[in-house]
Structures are given as structure tokens and as C-alpha cells.
């Protein structure tokens, strides 16, 4: 019978931060794992096309800091899942970066086991033609050329190459874009304990205080796995678990609460029960683990799909704001007409708060009683030089349009700020996110094992098993 | 007749992929969760009302009796981030069901 697990989960997203001094009585009570998630593809598709964080690089290293010098000098191992907040290559790297930077400043000495997530373009495209590459919630196929525009395409990595690095003897793994749970469960499932609990709790942990109550995502949780159940604790006063907090976060930012598919299977929670356990605690039991006739996992990508330029703009003129609607129409037709005299192409959104800018097409309530309304003009096109040029083409004839019924004849937009228009780099769109069917889901990750002693970096080869 | 404010503790909506939205009700009761889930009160037709959109942009109605929760899917006209978006995470989309009434 394994023993109890303790796994300390000190934050939501790695760099989103956490009290001190909820982390130390964590610590106070000897676990056996340090693990947190540090990705999402929440923030959208920019992240993962572009290969940059979206979490702030003080945040993080400031978290790592706490979690490593704690985890290595106790012998406490740390895990890493989604690096940088996508997972890509690069932003391992990065993460990669800062976990050196900790050890040299710390002079801590220990074996970092990195898995990466990225998979070959080619690989997916057999896969689609194959059909071993299938769609999810109605994504159409990507397009072969759109496959290889994309800068980075990742699987959610399982259990299997974080328990290949700790196999190795790794104390700190840094994993690619990775399950959400498996941070958390592949070591405790690889030590003997149950892969439904052990996932389920993964689950929660993951989002570590969001799932007590009050909840936050800035505070540590502990879990502690046994043979047939698992026990959530808050660390800070302030907060509890309870049946309730916690079977409500069973559903967050899933489509079907009881059957959650992960790599290899789906949780079934259809017979899960939550128990009070007095002062803060709750027990979970009864949840059970379907494996998929074939191991599958999930692929991301986001292609490139041109630049975007913004401008920023208030509108307090009754008759304008009365008439906003015909007047942005024929605004957009003013500015149609002028690009196609000089050949550039793009499109222009207008975002009107206070009209309908939270739910575009969705909003219902028209009414247009609002005495002010927030303009926000986006712009997208092939080059920045060209949505440049829309954008400020788009703001100059809005400014001045003489539209029915005007008698403010000076300037119909109020801009807060000078310059006026903001170029906001490439943008791109969510392309794979697909499942994928692995004979070895071990093997179709890479992994490196590199050696830091203080300020010695001694990195290791790149090997698939 | 009940409006769902009166009778819900969570009313929320967020992603559950780049291109489908969740919509959580968590009742306050479990008594008037197990009413709504018994009489089939909150209907894909009733949600759509509610948007004033099509049955069919409503995927599903599920019930999780130990959080006393109903979820709803809908699928997202724009993807998540994609231009012309206006919602990246899907967090604000859950104000028409704050009109819900409810045959309770």
C-alpha cells in the first residue's frame, strides 16, 4: 500500500504569486512534491504563436526562487508543467533561463530534467491525412500550408516523460506544455498511488486557492493522496475548502463536469463524493479513471494571420452617440473606398463600449442610452506598415466625418492619449487544437537532463526514448 | 414564476476551448436544483431565448448534482483571440441569462 502524498501546490499560475507564509506552513507539513502549473491557453492564440510569456518574468522568478531554494535544500522535488505559459520551445527556454539565474545567484546544485512539447509539422500533417489527427468542438483542418505557418505546434504532454525524468534522478523538471494535472500526479502514480485520484487531484491543485473558499489564485493549497481518497487543505486562515467550493470548481472551464479526458483516458466523476472534514478540509472518493481504447493527445498551434494596429477614442456627443451605428458603417465604406485606390488591403473592427463591445454580435440590449461610449478602432492586415496606414486612415475620417446632423463641427473623437494609434505586432489565430493518437507517449517527447552546480551549467544531449 | 437571480448562488460563463463558451448556473438550493433538473426547466430553447439566438449554437444541458450545478455549452461565433473577438476568455458573455425566469 503506498503511503500518504503530500503535494504542495504554492500558486495558480507559476508567477502569479503567493503569501509566504502560507508556502512555509505548507512546508511545515513535510511534502513529498512542490508542482505548479504554469500555463493556460486562457490569454488566447498571440502567446503561443509568438512564443512569449504571458506571465511577467519578475513574477516568475520571483515564485521559482521561493519554490526551488525551499524544494532543492530540502530534497522536496519541484515540477514544472507548461513553461512560459504555452509551453513552446522558447518559452521553456526562458523558464529554462530563470531557473539558472536562480541556482547561480542561490548556489543551489541539482539535476533539472526538461521535456519538450513541440512536435513536427509534418508529423501533424500525416496524422490529418491519416486521420490519426482529428478535430475538436468543430475546429475545421488547418490547410497544409497553414500546418507549416504556424511558428510553434505543442501536445499537452501526460504522465510519461515527467516520469521518465524523475526515473533519471531529475529533482527539478521543467516540463513543455503539458496536461494540467500531470505536474501533479505523475510522480505520485509513478510511487504506486491511484491514477484517478491522483488526477483528479491534479485538477484541482492546478488552480491551487481558486477552488476554496474565498477563492483566489495568489494563495497554496495542499493535497494529500491515500489509498482510496485525497484531502484538501488551505494554508492561510482566511480560507477553507468545503464540499461545495470544491465540487463547484470540478466544473470551471469544463464543457462536461463528469467525464474530463486528459492523455490516455477521461476521468469519470459520475460516483465522486465530497466530504466535510471539519476545519477547512474536504475528502474526495469515488473517482475512477477510463482509459481510451488508443492513447491520444491534444495538439495547439496558432498561426500568424497579419498585424494589428489600434486606436483608442471616447465619444460624449449625444447626436453622434444617437446615430453611432449608420455613422461607423459609413465610415468603414469612406475608408473601403480610399484603400482600394491604393491597393491595401485589410479589415477594420470597431469595438463600441457602451453599445455593444463585450458581446458584439451577441448583445441584445441596444437601447443606446449611454451618454458616453469607448471606441476602440482594430485594424488588421498583411504588414504593420499597412495596418498602419488603415488605422490612421480610419481614425482621421472618423475625427472628421460630417455626419448627419452635426453641429460639433471641430472633432468627433476625444483621444486620451498622443500618439493616437498603437502598432501591437503580429497576430495570430488559434489553428490546431486537435487530438492526436501516439503509439508511445513517452517517446514522441524530447528530453534533456542538464546538471547545475551554483554558477556551472553542464547541459546533457537532446533524447527521445 | 422565479427569476434566476433570486435562485442562483454562481451565474458565469468562460472558455472551455478557443472555440466553445461554458455557461455555469450553481443553485443556492438543492431542492429547487433537483425541481429544475426533474422538470427539465432550463431547456436549450429557453437559454437561446435568452441570447436570442438559435437552439442549435446551444450544444448541451448538464446537470452536476454534487456542486447543484447545470452547465451549458454554446459555441463562440468568433474564436478565442481571433480577430474580431470581443471576449479572449469568454467571461462576460453570461449577462442575458441574468433575465432568466424560471417556472418555479
Known amino acids: 500500500m503506498p503511503r500518504e502524498y503530500k503535494i504542495l501546490s504554492p500558486t495558480a499560475i507559476l508567477g502569479y504569486g503567493f503569501p509566504e507564509s502560507s508556502f512555509l506552513k505548507g512546508l511545515e507539513e513535510g511534502p513529498d512534491l512542490i508542482a505548479v502549473d504554469a500555463g493556460s491557453t486562457d490569454p488566447g492564440p498571440y502567446y503561443l504563436g509568438s512564443g512569449k510569456p504571458f506571465t511577467d518574468r519578475v513574477g516568475v522568478k520571483s515564485d521559482l526562487r521561493t519554490m526551488l531554494t525551499h524544494g532543492v535544500r530540502r530534497g522536496i522535488p519541484v515540477v514544472i508543467g507548461t513553461a512560459g505559459g504555452s509551453g513552446a520551445r522558447p518559452h521553456l527556454e526562458w523558464c529554462r533561463g530563470l531557473i539558472e539565474e536562480i541556482a547561480r545567484e542561490e548556489d543551489l546544485s541539482f539535476r533539472l530534467g526538461l521535456a519538450y512539447a513541440d512536435v513536427d509539422p509534418e508529423v501533424v500533417l500525416a496524422g490529418l491525412r491519416s486521420g490519426k489527427v482529428q478535430a475538436l468542438d468543430g475546429l475545421e483542418d488547418p490547410t497544409d500550408e497553414q500546418v507549416r505557418s504556424c511558428p510553434h505546434i505543442v501536445a499537452q504532454m501526460g504522465n510519461e516523460p515527467l516520469q521518465a525524468l524523475a526515473r533519471e534522478g531529475c529533482q527539478v523538471i521543467l516540463a513543455g506544455r503539458c496536461y494540467d494535472p500531470a505536474c501533479f500526479a505523475a510522480l505520485p502514480i509513478l510511487e504506486g498511488h491511484d491514477v484517478a485520484l491522483a488526477t483528479h487531484l491534479g485538477k484541482i491543485l492546478e488552480c491551487a486557492a481558486i477552488a476554496a473558499t474565498p477563492g483566489s489564485g495568489s494563495d497554496s493549497v495542499l493535497g494529500i493522496l491515500r489509498q482510496d481518497s485525497f484531502e484538501l487543505r488551505a494554508l492561510s486562515p482566511e480560507r477553507r475548502f468545503t464540499p461545495q467550493s470544491t465540487a463547484a470548481h470540478t466544473l470551471y472551464e469544463k464543457s462536461d463536469p463528469c467525464h474530463l479526458p486528459g492523455p490516455g483516458g477521461s476521468l469519470d466523476l459520475t460516483g465522486v463524493s465530497f466530504t466535510d472534514l471539519g476545519e477547512g478540509r474536504v475528502e474526495v472518493r469515488g473517482t475512477r479513471f477510463v482509459p481510451t481504447p488508443r492513447y491520444a493527445v491534444k495538439l495547439e498551434a496558432a498561426r500568424p494571420v497579419g498585424f494589428r494596429t489600434l486606436s483608442i477614442a471616447g465619444i460624449r456627443d449625444p447626436i453622434l452617440i444617437g446615430s453611432i451605428r449608420k455613422v461607423a458603417g459609413q465610415v468603414k465604406a469612406r475608408v473601403d473606398e480610399l484603400l482600394r485606390r491604393e491597393s491595401v488591403t485589410g479589415e477594420v473592427f470597431f469595438h463600441m463600449y457602451g453599445l455593444n463591445g463585450v458581446m458584439g454580435d451577441l448583445e441584445r440590449d441596444d437601447s443606446g442610452t449611454s451618454h458616453e461610449l469607448g471606441l476602440v478602432m482594430e485594424v488588421l492586415a498583411p504588414t504593420q506598415e499597412q495596418a498602419n496606414t488603415i488605422c490612421s486612415l480610419t481614425r482621421s475620417t472618423f475625427l472628421h466625418y460630417g455626419y448627419e446632423g452635426r453641429i460639433a463641427t471641430a472633432g468627433n473623437l476625444a483621444f486620451p492619449f498622443s500618439p493616437s494609434d498603437v502598432p501591437m505586432g503580429p497576430t495570430f489565430e488559434f489553428c490546431l487544437y486537435h487530438l492526436m493518437e501516439v503509439a508511445d507517449p513517452e517517446a514522441l517527447f524530447i528530453r534533456e537532463i542538464v546538471n547545475l552546480d551554483g554558477a556551472r551549467v553542464t547541459p546533457g544531449k537532446e533524447v527521445r526514448s | ?104
Open chain 2, 1 to 104: 414564476m422565479k427569476n434566476l437571480r433570486e435562485v442562483a448562488q454562481v451565474i458565469r460563463s468562460k472558455n472551455s476551448s478557443p472555440m466553445k463558451l461554458t455557461l455555469d448556473i450553481i443553485f443556492k438550493d438543492r431542492e429547487v436544483f433537483e425541481e429544475v433538473r426533474r422538470r427539465e426547466l432550463l431547456t436549450p430553447e429557453l437559454v437561446a431565448g435568452a441570447y436570442q439566438i438559435s437552439p442549435e449554437e446551444i450544444e448541451k444541458v448538464l446537470y452536476f448534482e454534487p456542486a447543484r450545478a447545470v452547465k451549458i455549452g454554446m459555441r463562440r461565433r468568433v474564436r478565442s483571440g481571433s480577430p474580431g473577438d470581443t471576449d479572449v476568455y469568454g467571461a462576460q458573455q453570461h449577462a442575458p441569462l441574468l433575465g432568466l425566469e424560471l417556472d418555479l
